[in-house]
């Protein structure tokens, strides 16, 4: 198409438009190929080839480009428009189309667009002063550049308005056919395969006229309507029946059609095409009428291509807006767009109240740790899913990261049929704390990961809009330290309404997680030993390993305070490492000095990750002693929360010699018939029962239940916290033989064990350390 304009002398362009950011824009397109005249004002429109003008410099010229536009006819003194969004919805567009402006660009447009329109716009004056000139317009020639003119013209106000690529395809067919006086006209594209590559077929994407054309059926693209597609430019049949390949169908080609013109669409994205136009007059179709048609077409093309790309640009910015406010792997909100809906919340007219719940799942590090980021991430999809199960569709979820989410609940009042209710009696902080019981509920029930059954156990921190705040940032803040006192409130529900004495809790905290940091690192931790008695002659039958973080000032910070931060932050794993092989070289140490005493070490559910336990435990022990030594303390909880796989768990740490001790029983709430089944030695009936006992009755109605079920069981029961003689003698008389306790010591450093056991009796206070 460009080969004939390089012929030509430059054409000389005039541009006129207000905006400098267009003008400068025009330049770079233009320079290179056209004679460009710029800020010229008002240039009379017949010195140029074509005017570049906008809605702001066309109101002002508008009557004497139309005049000079009259008196120059019929040579035609080209006018386009560069068109801003708001001109098209003004109606600005409509008004000069086709009177004072032959063409329309709209804003932003691509360099190719540019150019094709001004190539087609100069060809259209060239060939109006080519007929002028020659004086050799015969009728029939003159009927078919009137029609295409025609259908030219009405096609550029369709490619304005039409924002969809079947809608705009549609309508062109219909123009071709309503204002053209053509018979039969189609648009086609070559039908792609999976990969994307063209097939060799074409699918009729449209068509309108005499005869009903199949629109989907894809068939064979041979002949002209195959050179027209590949690159052969406009293809003109001037005696149809000659060329079968130009009618494709199955059906039967109308007598009536004589000539036909194949035009190539080649948009920039998506597979080639063709506008196949069909006339009744043999041989028809001259130069000129083809010249319009093909710029119909060419205008089409980029119709077309402005739709894909948009639609591929709004593709994108969706692919984009999905990233940048959902989090991939669970596909809940994430953390920027939560704080987005709930500032507009916060801000949004209606007076509401709403609570803010932040929910973060128990030892979560561990599960990844243990079975792997894979799974981890499978736990944390589940978890997602059934949060987003548990609270109502219009309560607000997100991931705010790692293992924390965030709910956000209003007070509108509640119902899951979507019919307004009667706003609810009950007070909103009761109810979201009934919303955050539902949700601990539901997520504690097991998940199935990777074949195993787990529990995850959550914690959630409630604030509340207007009392704790009014800013997104804070409110999510301060759930979250609410979250954090739940947590360490070690409350069996683990749920926490902000209260302000949190934040400083939250604060002392922190610090002391950074300060368990440094003692890990420095070795600062120590391990004492309390004795385990033989509650009839106060002979010590063993000893149990006891955590010590001894401060520079002399005291000590107490492991209920430092043991449940370690677990919260994976410490715990290298401290009871540390605790399980310092305690099996202190055995191996006494042993060396002739003294046997086996020692229970404390195990934190955190410092369990299941297969494989047994073989790491082994591996920390066996160098320094058999496993028999040893006996691992867990607790009940741990029982509770994942039964099968704890179960088999302690079984290989008994088939790896280890003894087990339930730790603190009576305080959790493990099945009887659980404990049947598994491979126990010791039930440490816990401290607060024994505190209860000649006090209240049920204390000793708890105590005696506990001896007789661990004796029915065959398992020794040993009493914790023995502090007063009464106590020991009560226990006796029940039946429990073994007992600790401040009555017989305190946990001692090592060498004072040596000197308790060697019977160099020391008073109990002279060992004080707790
Ligand atoms: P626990 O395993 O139940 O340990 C017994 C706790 O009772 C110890 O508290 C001990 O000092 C205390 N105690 C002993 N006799 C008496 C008594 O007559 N009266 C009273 N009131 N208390 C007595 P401690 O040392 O503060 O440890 C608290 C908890 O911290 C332990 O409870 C255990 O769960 C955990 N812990 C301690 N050391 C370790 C460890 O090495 N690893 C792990 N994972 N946990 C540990
Ligand atoms: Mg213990
Ligand atoms: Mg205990």
């Avoid at 770079?28 to 004002?41: F, S």
């Avoid at 120059?72 to 969004?85: D, F, M």
């Avoid at 899913?385 to 509640?414: K, W």
């Amino acid at each position: 198409m460009t080969s004939r304009v390089e012929e030509e002398p430059k054409a000389v362009i005039t541009i006129d438009l207000w905006n400098r950011g267009n003008i400068h824009l025009l330049e770079r397109v233009l320079a290179n190929e056209h004679h460009l005249e710029i800020g010229v004002r008002d240039r009379s429109v017949e010195l140029s080839d074509l005017t570049i003008i906008d809605a702001t410099t066309l109101q002002r010229r508008e009557s004497e480009i139309h005049q000079a536009r009259e008196q120059a006819a019929p040579v035609v003194l080209p006018v386009l428009l560069i068109a801003e969004k708001r001109d098209l919805r003004n109606g600005v567009v409509e008004r000069h189309l086709g009177r004072s402006v032959d063409d329309v660009v709209r804003i932003p447009s691509t360099a190719a667009e540019l150019l094709t329109r001004i190539d087609n716009l100069l060809r259209l004056r060239r060939l109006s002063r080519e007929q002028y000139a020659r004086h050799r317009v015969t009728e029939q020639m003159l009927r078919g550049t009137a029609r295409a003119l025609r259908a030219l013209n009405a096609g550029n106000e369709v490619l304005l308005r039409v924002q969809q690529e079947q809608e705009l395809l549609d309508a062109i067919c219909q123009i071709i056919i309503d204002e053209g006086r053509y018979p039969l006209t189609w648009v086609g594209f070559c039908a792609t395969d999976e990969d994307g590559e063209p097939a060799g077929d074409v699918e009729v994407h449209s068509s309108a006229g005499s005869v009903d054309l199949p629109v989907a059926g894809a068939m064979t693209a041979a002949g002209p309507i195959a050179r027209a597609m590949n690159g052969g430019g406009p293809q003109t049949v001037a005696d149809l029946p000659q060329e079968p390949h130009a009618w494709p169908f199955e059906i039967a080609r109308p007598d009536d059609l004589a000539s036909a013109l194949m035009l190539p669409i080649t948009p920039h994205m998506g597979s080639e095409g063709v506008l196949a136009i069909y006339s009744r007059a043999q041989g028809d179709f001259s130069d000129e009428e083809r010249d319009l048609l093909e710029r119909l077409a060419a205008n089409v093309m980029l119709g077309v291509g402005t739709i894909r790309a948009d639609r591929d640009r709004e593709r994108q910015r969706s692919a984009i807006h999905e990233l940048a406010f959902s989090d991939p792997l669970t596909g809940l909100s994430n953390r920027t767009h939560l704080v987005a809906r709930l500032d507009e919340l916060l801000h949004a007219s209606v007076e509401r109240r709403l609570a803010i719940l932040f929910v973060d799942l128990d030892h979560f590090k561990l599960v990844n740790d243990a079975l792997g980021h894979v799974a981890g991430d499978e736990v944390l999809r589940q978890v997602s899913h059934r949060l987003a199960n548990a609270v109502r569709g219009d309560d607000l979820v997100a991931r705010q990261g790692g293992d924390e989410f965030i709910v956000v609940m209003s007070d509108e009042p509640r119902s899951e049929d979507g019919i307004a209710r009667e706003p609810d009696p009950m007070p909103f902080a009761r109810r979201a704390r009934e919303l955050a019981t539902h949700i601990a509920d539901k997520l504690r029930e097991p998940l199935i990961v990777h074949g195993y059954e787990r529990r995850v156990g959550v914690s959630i921190g409630i604030s509340l809009y207007p009392e704790h705040g009014e800013a997104a940032e804070l409110l999510i803040d301060k759930a979250d330290t609410a979250m954090y006192g739940a947590k360490v409130g070690g409350s069996s529900s683990r749920i926490a309404l902000y209260e302000p004495s949190m934040s400083q809790e939250r604060r002392q905290r922190l610090s002391l997680e950074a300060r368990l940091h440094r003692a890990v690192d420095g070795d600062e931790l120590d391990l004492c030993y309390q004795p385990m008695v033989e509650l009839g002659s106060g002979q010590i039958v063993g000893v149990e390993a006891l955590l010590r973080w001894p401060q520079a000032d002399g005291s000590f910070v107490a492991p209920s305070e430092f043991i449940p931060v370690a677990e919260e932050t994976g410490l715990i794993t290298g401290i009871g490492e540390w605790v399980l092989d310092t305690a099996s070289r202190q055995i191996a140490e006494w042993r060396a000095q002739s003294l046997a005493i086996p020692v229970a070490v404390n195990i934190s559910p955190g410092q369990l990750q299941l297969p494989g336990d047994h073989r790491r435990f082994a591996d920390l022990v066996s160098p320094h002693v058999e496993p028999e030594w040893v006996e691992l303390e867990v607790t009940e909880s741990l029982l509770m929360a994942n039964p099968e796989a704890t179960e088999s768990t302690l079984r290989a740490f008994t088939e790896q010699g280890f003894r087990l001790a339930i730790d603190d029983f009576g305080t959790g709430y493990s099945s009887l018939t659980r404990l049947q089944h598994l491979p126990i030695q010791t039930l440490k009936i816990d401290k607060a029962f024994v505190a209860d006992l000649g006090r209240t009755r049920s204390g000793e109605g708890i105590v005696h239940s506990i001896i007789e079920l661990a004796r029915s069981l065959s398992i020794r029961p040993l009493a914790e916290g023995i502090e007063t003689d009464g106590q020991r003698s009560m226990l006796l008389a029940e039946g429990c033989r073994w007992g600790q306790g401040h009555w017989f010591s305190h946990a001692v450093p090592a060498d004072e064990l040596v000197r308790l056991v060697r019977g160099e009796a020391i008073p109990p206070q002279a060992s004080r350390v707790e």
